[in-house]
Nanobody, 123 residues
């Protein structure tokens, strides 16, 4: 099992940047497929960015070219650098982990482990 804690959300103006962090504990972080999701009230959860244990990344079309997912295995930390933020990016962001790399390959939403979420608000 792995425990996930997000941080870095907040209020930012349109066009600004934020960097979200997700610290993992409890298991061998290096082996996990990791991802960032977001979900607005009344809407389906959206997979924003994925990174597998080899470092291969995948992005939703809505954030391609603006968001960058990365991981620091030495620090057990996942990041999401968000640039060029838009009001449409306003919502709760969650990090997630799964020990199946297929979840990253196929951009699945049924990850096994989730953080509590961090709010991003773009004004």
């Amino acid at each position: 099992h792995v425990q996930l804690v997000e941080s870095g959300g907040g209020l930012v103006q349109t066009g600004g940047s934020l960097r979200l962090s997700c610290t993992a504990s409890g298991d061998t972080y290096d082996n996990y497929c990791m991802a960032w999701f977001r979900q607005a009230p009344g809407k389906e959860r959206e997979g924003v960015a994925y990174i597998d244990n080899s470092g291969m990344t995948r992005y939703a079309i809505s954030v391609t070219g603006r968001f960058t997912i990365s991981r620091d295995n030495a620090k057990n930390t996942l990041y999401l650098q968000m640039d060029g933020l838009k009001r449409a990016d306003t919502t709760m962001y969650f990090c997630a982990a799964d020990n199946s790399q297929l979840k990253c390959q196929y951009r699945r939403r049924d990850f096994s482990y989730w953080g509590q979420g961090t709010q991003v608000t773009v004004s």
